[in-house]
C-alpha cells in the first residue's frame, strides 16, 4: 500500500493527488507541463468509446438485439431526444457532438468508481510513481473540453449572427433605450455584464466537472485511508490475519455504499455537461 510507505494519511492522499508529468509545473498556469496519465487514460477511453460503439454497430441486427446493442441504441435515442427537445435550428455536428461529450465525460467519470489502489500500484510495478486514472479531477481536461464548446459557441454565433448581429447581442443588452445617445453610454454596461455571463460559461463547464469528481474521488481515498487505520489497528490488536480480513470488510462496505451513490453523480455529470453544451449551441443558432 502506497500509505503505509508514504507514512501516513497525508502522504497517502497526497501521492495519490498526484500526476504522472513531464515536471512539476511553476505557477498557477504552466503550459509546458504534460500530464501523461490525463493523456493516456482520455485517449484510451475515447478508443475503447469509439470501438465499442463501431463493434455494436457492425454487428447490428433488425432482430432480436443483444444487451449492449439494446445499451446503444437507447443510449444513442435518449440523447437524440434530448437534442430534438433543446436545439431549434439545422445541425448534423450536434447530436453527435452531445453523444459524444456524454459518453466520453462518462468514461471519464467512470474510472472513479476503479479502486484507488489498483492502477496505480500497477503503474508502480510498471516503473510510474504516480499514475491519477481519472481524466476528469484534472482541471486542463475539463478545460479542454469546455473550451472546445467555447470555440464552437463562438463560431455559430458568428455563423449565424454574423459579426454585427454577435457584437449586438453583447452590447445592447440586457438594458436598452429609446435614445440614441443613452443607448451609447450603456453599451460599455451591457458588453461588461454579458462578457462575464457569456465567458462563465466555459468556466462553469469545467468547474462544475471537475469539483464534482475531485470531491468523488476524494471521498474514496479518504476511505480507504479509514480502513486502512482501522485495519492497522485491527492488525495489533487481534492479529495479522483478523486485522487484514477487518480492513478489507471495512472497505469493500463503505466502498460500495458510496459507489452506489457515486453512479448516480457520475452519470448526471456527463449529461449536464452534454446539455449545457447543445443548450449553449442553440443559443448561438437562435436571434434573440
Known amino acids: 500500500m502506497a500509505a503505509e510507505k508514504a507514512g501516513g494519511a497525508t502522504e497517502y492522499i497526497l501521492h495519490h493527488q498526484t500526476f504522472l508529468s513531464n515536471k512539476p509545473p ?32 457492425r454487428k447490428a441486427t433488425t432482430g432480436v438485439p443483444g ?3 439494446n445499451i446503444i441504441e437507447w443510449i444513442v435515442e435518449k440523447v437524440d431526444e434530448q437534442v430534438r427537445d433543446t436545439f431549434h435550428g439545422t445541425s448534423r455536428l450536434i447530436a453527435p457532438l452531445a453523444l459524444t461529450i456524454f ?5 471519464f467519470n467512470f474510472m472513479d468508481l ?28 475539463t478545460f479542454a473540453l469546455s473550451l472546445t464548446v467555447f470555440i464552437l ?14 457584437v449586438s447581442e ?11 445617445l443613452v443607448q451609447a453610454v450603456l453599451v460599455p454596461v451591457n458588453f461588461i455584464l454579458e462578457s462575464v455571463t457569456f465567458l462563465a460559461r466555459p468556466v462553469s463547464l469545467a468547474l462544475r466537472l471537475y469539483g464534482n469528481l475531485y ?34 470488510i471495512g472497505e469493500f462496505g463503505l466502498g460500495l455504499v458510496w459507489t452506489v451513490f457515486h453512479i448516480l453523480i457520475i452519470t448526471i455529470q456527463a449529461f449536464i455537461f452534454a446539455v449545457l453544451t447543445v443548450v449553449y449551441l442553440s443559443m448561438a443558432h437562435e436571434h434573440h
Open 26 to 57: 511553476h505557477g498557477i498556469v504552466d503550459f509546458t507541463v504534460i500530464n501523461y496519465d490525463t493523456v493516456f487514460f482520455s485517449v484510451l477511453l475515447a478508443a475503447v468509446f469509439f470501438g465499442l460503439f463501431w463493434l455494436v454497430a
Open 67 to 69: 444487451l449492449l446493442q
Open 215 to 248: 470531491a468523488g474521488e476524494m471521498i474514496f481515498l479518504l476511505i480507504a485511508v479509514l480502513t486502512l487505520s482501522v485495519g492497522l489497528h485491527s492488525l495489533t490488536t487481534f492479529g495479522g490475519v483478523v486485522g487484514t480480513v477487518f480492513k478489507i
Open 153 to 166: 459557441i463562438i463560431f455559430y454565433s458568428l455563423k449565424m449572427k454574423g459579426l454585427v448581429g454577435f
Open 114 to 141: 476503479v479502486p484507488v489502489d489498483l492502477l496505480p500500484l500497477v503503474g508502480r510495478g510498471a516503473g510510474f510513481e504516480h499514475l491519477k486514472v481519472v481524466p476528469s479531477t484534472d482541471l486542463n481536461a
Open 170 to 180: 453583447l452590447t445592447l443588452q440586457p438594458f436598452k433605450a429609446k435614445n440614441v
Open 103 to 107: 459518453c466520453w465525460v462518462f468514461l
